[in-house]
């Protein structure tokens, strides 16, 4: 379910620095284990509130289209996006 975790926590970057001695935290920019796993959480949750509101909103406008112009539009419609 979360296999997309790991690269958010790659892709953080805080002020404290990395010290090859002490275990990975799981960026190459941050230092801090807890700084990473926090902006990781945050990205997910963000981007998690953004799939939810797509599905708030996508969903009923696909259902007007396909009542509109037939499911063969909607689907075909939902594979361009």
């Not at 805080?14 to 945050?42: I, K, T």
Request: hydrophobic share 45%.
């Amino acid at each position: 379910r979360n296999a997309e975790l790991p690269l958010f926590r790659a892709a953080a970057v805080c002020a404290a620095p990395v010290n090859r001695s002490h275990p990975f935290s799981g960026s190459f920019h941050c230092g801090s284990l807890e700084g990473v796993v926090r902006s990781g959480q945050a990205v997910e949750g963000d981007l998690t509130t953004v799939r939810l509101l797509a599905h708030v909103v996508g969903g009923p406008a696909f259902g007007v289209l396909s009542d509109r112009r037939g499911r063969r539009c909607a689907v075909a419609t939902s594979f361009l996006l």
